[in-house]
T-cell receptor, first 116, second 114 residues
Framework: GAVVSQHPSRVICKSGTSVKIECRSLDFQATTMFWYRQFPKQSLMLMATSNEGSKATYEQGVEKDKFLINHASLTLSTLTVTSAHPEDSSFYIC????????????FGSGTRLTVV | GESVGLHLPTLSVQEGDNSIINCAYSNSASDYFIWYKQESGKGPQFIIDIRSNMDKRQGQRVTVLLNKTVKHLSLQIAATQPGDSAVYFCAETRGAGGGNKLTFGTGTQLKVEL
């Protein structure tokens, strides 16, 4: 089945630094990838939709200059959290659209970001 | 519908009992719905899906019911097992054939008691 690999699984960074999270579709090509943020005990909130070869579409209230998304190939999208602050600490999850038997939106395993 | 950042409601069931998890959606234009299971510290895992031209769909130990009139979705888990303990989310989108974004519900924490 479709597999999405997300790295790193956990990262701790200092306030003011930048962190890059990678999302790869391992056995399929994903023209569209999605990035979500999830706070403890809450649901997944869509941050942006990433389309290969074009600029990402950000949801209302998400700062595009703070959360940089690059989708340079059909199998890789990256999310860079720039000038991270403690309030950016969260669980970030990517998803890629795979045209599998269940029309999957296949999710990565998530990245726990802690900003200290 | 849109998650509003509420804390997760909890459903506690005895092992072996059936579980019913409910979800209300807000967008009447949504035509494709998915149930996900999320274990702590992991990404969502697909359980079952249903299109709007269906009222019911069954999988292994799971059944999804869709009531478009009242915009309600439910997930039934038969003979609930300890391994079913997780958070369950419904998600909706419009257009099953496209790359449209998913909107997640608030989620339900399922706890299976031995």
């Amino acid at each position: 089945g479709a597999v999405v690999s997300q790295h790193p699984s956990r990262v701790i960074c200092k306030s003011g630094t930048s962190v890059k999270i990678e999302c790869r579709s391992l056995d399929f090509q994903a023209t569209t990838m999605f990035w979500y943020r999830q706070f403890p005990k809450q649901s997944l909130m869509l941050m942006a939709t990433s389309n290969e070869g074009s600029k990402a579409t950000y949801e209302q209230g998400v700062e595009k200059d703070k959360f940089l998304i690059n989708h340079a190939s059909l199998t890789l999208s990256t999310l860079t959290v720039t000038s991270a602050h403690p309030e950016d600490s969260s669980f970030y999850i990517c998803s890629a659209r795979s045209y599998s038997e269940h029309y999957g939106y296949t999710f990565g395993s998530g990245t726990r970001l802690t900003v200290v | 519908g849109e998650s509003v950042g509420l804390h997760l409601p909890t459903l506690s069931v005895q092992e072996g009992d059936n579980s019913i998890i409910n979800c209300a959606y807000s967008n009447s234009a949504s035509d494709y719905f998915i149930w996900y299971k999320q274990e702590s510290g992991k990404g969502p895992q697909f359980i079952i899906d249903i299109r709007s031209n269906m009222d019911k769909r069954q999988g292994q130990r799971v059944t999804v019911l869709l009531n478009k009139t009242v915009k309600h979705l439910s997930l039934q888990i038969a003979a609930t097992q300890p391994g079913d303990s997780a958070v369950y989310f419904c998600a909706e989108t419009r257009g099953a054939g496209g790359g449209n974004k998913l909107t997640f519900g608030t989620g339900t924490q399922l706890k299976v008691e031995l």
